[in-house]
């Protein structure tokens, strides 16, 4: 997954800059499974500042979800979910590396229902190409198609490519505590 990250900030003589720009960080493509890739983009932590020479950058140490407070900025690429359909596919060696490119993000998924997982924090997830399913626990199916946006709340759900072509997929997270409110 090949995608430039520009980021600018405030120098030490208070004007606007550009701080890096080039190939993002920490951009990984499975081997396990063909044509899956994720980028994490850029993550916060709750006690970060803007200002003068205040963007550090977390990237490379960042788990891919934030704690309360925190923030995280990836991408995504899903191929069809018919590639996972292959006989000669390995859910140990896919589970094995999904644990070792997207740590943070593995421990949320759950080994007896593929694809489920729950995190704290409000999602905006953002469709840029193809079309994906949102699945929730329920068995409730949403299609998304290109440019549009699910909110999710820390519910449990799972992305799911019916389709024959890839999805690539933008994600905010914003860490938050888990309570019992009302939504």
Do not use: C
Request: aromatic letters at 6%.
């Amino acid at each position: 997954m090949k995608i430039r990250r520009v980021v600018a900030g405030t120098g030490a003589d208070g004007k606007a800059q550009v701080l890096s720009d080039g190939a993002a960080p920490r951009s990984v493509a499975f081997t396990t499974v063909p044509g899956f890739a994720a980028a994490l983009l850029w993550a916060t932590e709750p006690a970060d500042t803007v200002g003068a020479g205040t963007a550090r950058d977390r990237t490379n140490e960042a788990g891919f979800t934030p704690s309360a407070g925190g923030t995280r900025v990836m991408m995504v690429s899903f191929p069809p979910d018919a590639v996972m359909m292959r006989a000669d596919f390995d859910a140990a060696a896919f589970g094995a590396e999904f644990g070792r490119l997207v740590p943070g993000l593995a421990e949320t998924f759950e080994p007896d229902h593929p694809g489920m997982h729950t995190t704290d924090s409000i999602d905006y997830d953002i469709v840029l190409e193809g079309e994906i399913t949102l699945e929730l626990d329920d068995g409730a199916q949403v299609l998304l198609r290109r440019h549009d946006v699910a909110v999710q709340h820390g519910n449990r759900h799972a992305w799911r490519n019916l389709g024959d072509q890839p999805a690539t997929m933008l994600f905010v997270l914003v860490g938050a505590r888990r309570g019992g409110g009302a939504a």
